[in-house]
């Protein structure tokens, strides 16, 4: 199994520009989610999905799309790039919502806005 | 307004020693509390975590202790190794709200 995948591992953006973070799980895990970490303010939850079709929004969702046509991917799209949303982006999954469910996490997108 | 706190940014500690390290919480409605570890240029890994409905949980050099009426949890690490040393994490559910990290460093 190759867990959870992330690609890019870095990104270079102009602000203004449009970009897909992509994210990927083989373990055939319901719940799916997106954060973004920076310095100080720990882990913040964008968006999740409890499941292909469904997805809501998490504390910080401004600015950001998230789609979970299937189980496996749930893909983060930044319409139009802001510096703002410089930041180091995590994906995770878990095989429900359930509070002993652990969360698996993807290696990081670090995403530079310019 | 974080509702989670990791008040102390880095701690340093000798191998072989305890580590303790500590987070504070506002919101009486969380229930479920969690650390994660997280390496350099990788993702967060869970270690440990507690219910709401237990006021201690161990796991192996790893311990979680929950005061709820002083909203404060804290992770024991006892020894600590050189390998420990990473950033931690406490999240608290339901709404998956994380501390700010502590950055521990364990020396040989």
């Known amino acids: 199994n190759a867990g959870v995948t992330q690609t890019p591992k870095f990104q270079v953006l102009k602000t203004g520009q449009s970009m897909t973070l992509q994210c990927a799980q083989d373990m055939n895990h319901e719940y799916m989610s997106w954060y973004r970490q920076d310095p100080g303010m720990g882990l913040r939850l964008i968006h999740y999905s409890v499941g292909a079709g469904i997805t809501d929004q998490g504390e910080v969702p401004n600015g950001y799309n998230v789609s979970r046509s299937t189980t496996e991917d749930f893909p983060l799209r930044l319409l139009s790039a802001a510096p703002s949303q410089t930041s180091v982006y995590f994906c995770?999954?878990?095989?429900?919502?359930?509070?002993?469910?652990?969360?698996?996490f993807g290696p990081g997108t670090r995403l530079l806005v310019l | 307004d974080q509702q989670v706190k990791q008040n102390s940014p880095s701690l340093s500690v000798q191998e072989g020693r305890i580590s303790i390290l500590n987070c504070d919480y506002t919101?009486?409605?969380?229930?479920?509390f969690l650390w994660y570890k997280k390496y350099p240029a990788e993702g967060p890994t869970f270690l440990i975590s507690i219910s709401s409905i237990k006021d201690k949980n161990e796991d192996g050099r790893f311990t979680v202790f929950l005061n709820k009426s002083a909203k404060h949890l804290s992770l024991h690490i006892v020894p600590s190794q050189p390998g420990d040393s990473a950033v931690y994490f406490c999240?608290?559910?339901?709404?998956?709200?994380f501390g700010a990290g502590t950055r521990l460093t364990v020396k040989p």
């Open positions: 999240a608290a559910l339901p709404d998956m709200r």
């Open positions: 919101n009486s409605m969380f229930d479920y």
């Open positions: 995770a999954s878990s095989p429900g919502t359930g509070e002993s469910e652990t969360q698996y």
